[in-house]
T-cell receptor, first 109, second 112 residues
Framework: RKEVEQDPGPFNVPEGATVAFNCTYSNSASQSFFWYRQDCRKEPKLLMSVYSSGNEDGRFTAQLNRASQYISLLIRDSKLSDSATYLC??????????FGTGTRLQVFP | NAGVTQTPKFQVLKTGQSMTLQCAQDMNHNSMYWYRQDPGMGLRLIYYSASEGTTDKGEVPNGYNVSRLNKREFSLRLESAAPSQTSVYFCASIRTSYETQYFGPGTRLLVL
C-alpha cells in the first residue's frame, strides 16, 4: 500500500463548480499535512497546510480526519486558473515529506 | 532573493555519460533535497541533506551521488547515466521540517 494515495483524476468541472479531493495516508504517526499545487511542467508550490481543526483560505478549505487517516481539499467557485495538479503531502516520522501522485483538475468555461 | 535555483534546465545525455545537476538556495535553509518526478509515480526522494556536511539516502538513491558543498549548494551527480534516469529532477530546501518546502524550477533530463 502506498504511504499517500490520491485519485489521479482528471476531475473535469465547469467554472463556478465546487470540487473536492481526498487523500489517504497510511502512517498514523504522521504529524503534518499539506496540499501543494503543481502547474504543468512547473515546480510544486505550497497551497496550504492542513490543521487538525480544519482551515480555510479564500475559496479553499482543507480538512484532516485523523481517525480515518484522510485529508481533503475543497475548492469553491472554481476558476479556470485553478486547473493544475494538486499534491497531497504528509510529513513522515523520519522528518521527510511523502508526496502523493497528485490529482489533476481541469476547469472548463 | 532568487529562492532555489537549478542548472541546467534541460539536458540530453547518452547512456554511460556523467553529469552533475547543480542546486543553490539563498534563504539560509538548513535542509536540502533532491527528488525525481516520473509520470504516475509522484515525487520520489533521491537524497537529502539535513545540514551542511551531512547527506542521507532517500527512497531511490541507486545510480546517484550527492555533495553538500556548503549551506547554499547541494549537487546531484549521475556517474553513468541510464535511460531509466530519464526524469524531471527537482531540488528543494526547507528551514525546519514543519515549514514550507521550496522547490527549484526543475531539470529535465533525457538519457538516450
Amino acid at each position: 500500500r502506498k504511504e499517500v494515495e490520491q485519485d489521479p483524476g482528471p476531475f473535469n468541472v465547469p467554472e463556478g463548480a465546487t470540487v473536492a479531493f481526498n487523500c489517504t495516508y497510511s502512517n498514523s504517526a504522521s504529524q503534518s499535512f499539506f496540499w501543494y499545487r503543481q502547474d504543468c511542467r512547473k515546480e510544486p508550490k505550497l497551497l496550504m497546510s492542513v490543521y487538525s481543526s480544519g482551515n480555510e483560505d479564500g475559496r479553499f478549505t482543507a480538512q484532516l480526519n485523523r481517525a480515518s487517516q484522510y485529508i481533503s481539499l475543497l475548492i469553491r467557485d472554481s476558476k479556470l486558473s485553478d486547473s493544475a495538479t494538486y499534491l497531497c503531502v504528509v510529513l513522515g516520522n523520519t522528518d521527510k515529506l511523502i508526496f502523493g501522485t497528485g490529482t489533476r483538475l481541469q476547469v472548463f468555461p | 532573493n532568487a529562492g532555489v535555483t537549478q542548472t541546467p534546465k534541460f539536458q540530453v545525455l547518452k547512456t554511460g555519460q556523467s553529469m552533475t545537476l547543480q542546486c543553490a538556495q539563498d534563504m539560509n535553509h538548513n535542509s536540502m533535497y533532491w527528488y525525481r518526478q516520473d509520470p504516475g509515480m509522484g515525487l520520489r526522494l533521491i537524497y537529502y541533506s539535513a545540514s551542511e556536511g551531512t547527506t542521507d539516502k532517500g527512497e531511490v538513491p541507486n545510480g546517484y551521488n550527492v555533495s553538500r558543498l556548503n549551506k547554499r549548494e547541494f549537487s546531484l551527480r549521475l556517474e553513468s547515466a541510464a535511460p531509466s534516469q530519464t526524469s524531471v529532477y527537482f531540488c528543494a530546501s526547507i528551514r525546519t521540517s514543519y515549514e514550507t518546502q521550496y522547490f527549484g524550477p526543475g531539470t529535465r533530463l533525457l538519457v538516450l
